[in-house]
């Protein structure tokens, strides 16, 4: 036990360490806050991200706090996890490949009462981790051009509290309340002719979210869920440096000048989900969800944000002829989705669809297990100025269940 626990502090010490650092390295993290990140716990990797109707009776379901309302009694589960990411950048004249692993997430949720969960995690929200060089863009209301060369870093973290009742056997509500905070770093070099302007910016984000779940059983093999985001204002501050080049004469125009910026907004989003289980061994999973950026009424030099629309569908199998026996216990898992995204550039949407696939391998005789996930997706196009990333990514998500207040009846 005391190995377990020692594993456990180191997970925690690696993870905490390495939660600063950026996550994605997509082009696309340049718009907003960043690209948003898909921190899933348990087993959910594995169904493509898929799961608003599941209910947290043996992992913790991030997808929806009603879940929590299910969870086993005298039961503590603890998640943990972590991506690898290997991804190919295709343009229209060539391409590159980058590689990068970030633990994602730390959680950890037990019962309150019968009817009731509570349940606690941090994870990344967004990630800007971008290196642009070269990249030539038309002068506003001129035939001119300029080229942009730029690097980011940072994110938004998100750090949340969530509660789930069941009310009675058929239905379940839920809430969460979600502290946003991060820093993003940004320099970009500007040249016209033979003038270079250089901006150096560190923006510093923080805000308050609230989400709403509801799960209900129409029977014991079918449930429905619906959650609802609040939309909410992001503030921001910024520190700003701005040099100018000319004709190798050095111009500090501002010297870290601290000032206020646009507030960043999120929007109001929407989901739906359903859950069917087949005669106890397949279960299927779809959800859809709309986020409505069209009514932040935002938007970014290079593109426009525009509502957004994602579909899941993902399937579970499980043999469980005997449940003594370890090999009818291992669950697997497969799932598509596909997602418009929430930027038009130049009039050309961002869209991601990715393929997946999983295995949960059982920890002893509890709901412990070890959950790993490959998912192999696109994201952009080659063409009309947009970028291709074909990615390949691996999660394992260590879940833990730790049995509390039960005495045991042989010492």
């Not at 943990?80 to 004249?93: E, L, Y």
């Not at 910024?238 to 004709?247: E, I, L, P, W």
Request: net charge neutral; proline share 3%.
């Amino acid at each position: 036990m005391e190995n377990k626990y020692a594993f456990l502090s180191c997970l925690i010490l690696m993870y905490l360490n390495s939660f600063s650092q950026s996550i994605s390295s997509s082009p696309y993290s340049l718009y907003g806050l960043g690209s948003l990140y898909d921190s899933d716990f348990g087993s959910i990797p594995a169904i493509s991200s898929s799961g608003i109707a599941l209910p947290s009776d043996d992992f913790i379901n991030n997808l929806n706090p009603a879940s929590l309302g299910y969870l086993p009694q005298n039961h503590f589960m603890f998640d943990i996890g972590g991506k690898a990411i290997g991804t190919t950048f295709q343009s229209s004249s060539k391409s590159e490949k980058r590689n990068n692993f970030q633990f994602s997430h730390i959680a950890f949720a037990f019962p309150v009462t019968k009817k009731s969960g509570f349940s606690v995690s941090l994870r990344p929200y967004s990630s800007a981790s971008f290196k642009i060089s070269n990249l030539k863009l038309p002068v506003e209301n001129s035939s001119e051009y300029y080229t942009l060369d730029a690097i980011g870093a940072g994110g938004l973290n998100n750090f949340d509290f969530s509660y789930g009742y069941k009310i009675n056997k058929k239905l379940s509500v839920g809430v969460s309340a979600v502290l946003l905070f991060g820093t993003t770093t940004d320099d970009r070099n500007y040249t016209v002719a033979n003038s270079i302007t250089a901006i150096s910016k560190k923006t510093n984000y923080n805000g308050l979210r609230a989400t709403l779940g509801i799960q209900y059983k129409i029977d014991s093999t079918f449930t429905i869920a619906t959650t609802f985001k609040a939309p909410t204002r992001i503030n921001a501050s910024k520190v700003q440096s701005v040099q100018t080049v000319a004709n190798e004469v050095i111009t500090t125009v501002e010297s870290d000048i601290a000032s206020d910026t646009e507030d960043y907004y999120m929007p109001l989003e929407i989901g739906f989900g359903i859950s069917k289980r087949f005669k106890n061994n397949l279960n299927l999973s779809f959800d859809y969800e709309k986020s409505f950026w069209n009514s932040t009424n935002q938007s970014e030099l290079y593109g426009d944000f525009v509502n957004q629309d994602r579909f899941a569908l993902g399937f579970t199998f499980m043999n469980k002829k005997n449940v003594r026996n370890y090999w009818d216990r291992i669950q697997f898992g497969t799932g598509f989705n596909f997602d418009t995204g929430y930027l038009e550039v130049d009039g050309k949407r961002v869209n991601n669809g990715a393929v997946s696939f999983g295995i949960s391998l059982p920890i002893e005789n509890t709901f412990s297990a070890v959950n790993i996930a490959y998912s192999y997706g696109q994201n952009g196009k080659i063409g009309d100025g947009l970028i291709k990333e074909n990615y390949h990514k691996v999660s394992l998500n260590l879940s833990l269940d730790g049995i509390w207040f039960v005495r045991r009846k042989i010492e």
